[in-house]
């Protein structure tokens, strides 16, 4: 397991214009395997709305890439 302090975060709202392709860069770059995506508000306590994986992101991407194929 990863330690909370070494969790990779971002906001959601710094993913809601990036497309499919922009996310994978983007944890590539980094090199993050999991990224938990939060929503944090001026006055609101932060709260967890999802993860990214890496590994999921990726199987996705090659099963689209497989149907847009035939």
Do not use: K, T
């Not at 770059?29 to 890496?54: C, E, K, Q």
């Amino acid at each position: 397991m990863i330690p909370w302090d070494e969790l990779a975060i971002v906001s959601h709202g710094s993913l809601q214009y990036l497309n499919v392709y922009e996310v994978r860069q983007m944890l590539q770059r980094a090199a993050f395997v999991h990224v938990v995506v939060v929503d944090n508000g001026d006055d609101a306590p932060i709260v967890a709305r999802g993860l990214i994986s890496w590994g999921a992101l990726e199987n996705r991407l090659q099963e689209l890439n497989c149907m847009n194929a035939d």
